[in-house]
């Protein structure tokens, strides 16, 4: 089952903030976190391995909450350089089989 | 270190024709995996090979798509016959096990356009 992601897309003013989130409808191991720009690869972001983990990167930080089987990824003063599609991808118990969001696209605006 | 390999970049086939890409993950790497993006959805996971067994290729249209990965390093997908549908990038990854830990890395991707 493909992890849900909210919301699908979203318009920022340099500076502000945004939250996306990552719902599954299964219990799950790991969640990572990547930033696809047009016409390039997926970028690793961050993982979270445990339920409850915080992350942070620079101003880009994630939780994970198992028992909600969700994740959030948090962005803080967003720079232009974080335009982007964001997917999460999430391990299910025990298969290791990574399966990728429906994508964020976020947008930042001078 | 080198990241993951792909070629080619960009093909332009006609349908019903065939079509192989080829990757070089990172030197290292046990786990290889093949990723279908169609224009605006997130991958999907076609195949997922330990070293140069196959662990799960549930989601491979096994009747158009095969792949393999002989001696444990470089992997082949290949499309016969080829369909409109086909039309996407095709991203291969790898990461150095199967633990939920281990970063996946991604190459840029080939383009394929079925027309």
């Known amino acids: 089952q493909q992890p849900v992601q909210s919301p699908q897309a979203v318009i920022l003013r340099e500076g502000e903030d945004a939250v996306i989130n990552c719902s599954s409808s299964k219990a799950l191991y790991s969640v990572h976190w990547y930033r696809q720009k047009h016409g390039e690869a997926p970028v690793f972001l961050m993982i979270l391995l445990k339920g409850g983990e915080q992350k942070g990167h620079e101003k880009i930080s994630a939780s994970f909450n198992e028992k909600k089987q969700q994740s959030s990824l948090y962005l803080t003063a967003s720079q232009l350089s974080y335009s982007g599609t964001y997917f999460c991808?999430?391990?299910?118990?025990?298969?290791?089989?990574?399966?990728f969001g429906t994508g964020t696209r976020l947008k930042v605006l001078a | 270190e080198a990241g993951v390999a792909q070629s080619p970049r960009y093909k332009i086939i006609e349908k019903r024709q065939s079509v192989a890409f080829w990757c070089n993950p990172i030197s290292g790497h046990a786990t290889l995996y093949w990723y279908q993006q169609i224009l605006g959805q997130g991958p999907k996971l076609l195949i997922q090979?330990?070293?140069?067994?196959?662990?799960?290729d549930s989601q491979l249209p096994k009747d158009r798509f095969s792949a393999e990965r002989l001696k444990g390093v470089d992997s082949t997908l290949k499309i016969q016959p080829a369909k409109l549908e086909d039309s996407a990038v095709y991203l291969c990854?790898?990461?150095?096990?199967?633990?939920?830990?281990?970063?996946?890395?991604f190459g840029e991707g080939s383009w394929l356009t079925v027309v």
């Open positions: 991808g999430t391990d299910t118990s025990g298969t290791y089989k990574y399966i």
């Open positions: 090979f330990q070293n140069n067994g196959v662990v799960d």
């Open positions: 990854a790898s990461s150095l096990g199967r633990a939920s830990g281990n970063t996946i890395y």
